[in-house]
């Protein structure tokens, strides 16, 4: 398996415009976790979701955020509009929700710079 | 409500000597927990967990973590530390208990040094 595969890795914007990442989990798996890694805050956890529903979205920031998953393979984080201050590595991750006991685990990671 | 505490944000360490890296935890049950590595621009990368049995767990790169439920700790451990080891360590727990919640908590992070 691939593992988890997300895109871009690096993204450049300027405040103001729509930012969308991209993540597709390990396949099988039923859970999708958004997660935001910043050097301030350290790693939050944004949102999550179970069989492509969202069960707990408290981390996300404010209304600017949004996040889907139309089916079990994809999910998409959009910020918009962005602003400088969510300028961050965001890390989306997978679970197999099969055992509470699973390895929860981690795509590379998306770079984003917002000038 | 569950929680993660690595009460140390930076640990230093001479290259071949043993290292710890502390993590204390709080869950209302019984806990999974796992500890991850990130290298430098990249993921966190899982290193090993504990689920049950045996309380010493081994794990990549020669690493181990003790459970020890008394103390709620689950400290990693490496017998001789490399210079490649030098990165940032998380620790996370997951509660048996808590059956709603299927996110890990993730402790602050600790930031390995090991100097040549």
């Known amino acids: 398996d691939a593992g988890v595969i997300q895109s871009p890795r690096h993204e450049v914007t300027e405040m103001g415009q729509e930012v969308t990442l991209r993540c597709k989990p390990i396949s099988g798996h039923n859970s999708l976790f958004w997660y935001r890694q910043t050097m301030m805050r350290g790693l939050e956890l944004l949102i999550y979701?179970?069989?492509?529903?969202?069960?707990?979205d408290s981390g996300m920031p404010e209304d600017r955020f949004s996040a889907k998953m139309p089916n079990a393979s994809f999910s998409t984080l959009k910020i918009q509009p962005s602003e400088p201050r969510d300028s961050a590595v965001y890390f989306c991750a997978s679970f197999s929700g099969q055992a509470w006991g699973e390895t929860q685990y981690f795509g590379p990671g998306t770079r984003l710079l917002v000038l | 409500a569950q929680s993660v505490a690595q009460p140390e944000d930076q640990v230093n360490v001479a290259e071949g000597n043993p290292l710890t890296v502390k993590c204390t935890y709080s869950?209302?049950?019984?806990?999974?927990l796992f500890w991850y590595v990130q290298y430098p621009n990249r993921g966190l990368q899982f290193l090993l967990k504990y689920i049950t049995g045996d309380n010493l767990v081994k794990g990549s790169y020669g690493f181990e973590a003790e459970f020890n439920k008394s103390q709620t700790s689950f400290h990693l451990k490496k017998p001789s530390a490399l210079v490649s080891d030098s990165a940032l360590y998380f620790c996370a727990v997951r509660d048996r208990m808590d059956t709603g919640r299927r996110a890990l908590t993730f402790g602050s992070g600790t930031r390995l040094q090991v100097q040549p």
């Open positions: 869950v209302s049950g019984n806990p999974y």
């Open positions: 979701f179970n069989n492509n529903v969202p069960i707990d």
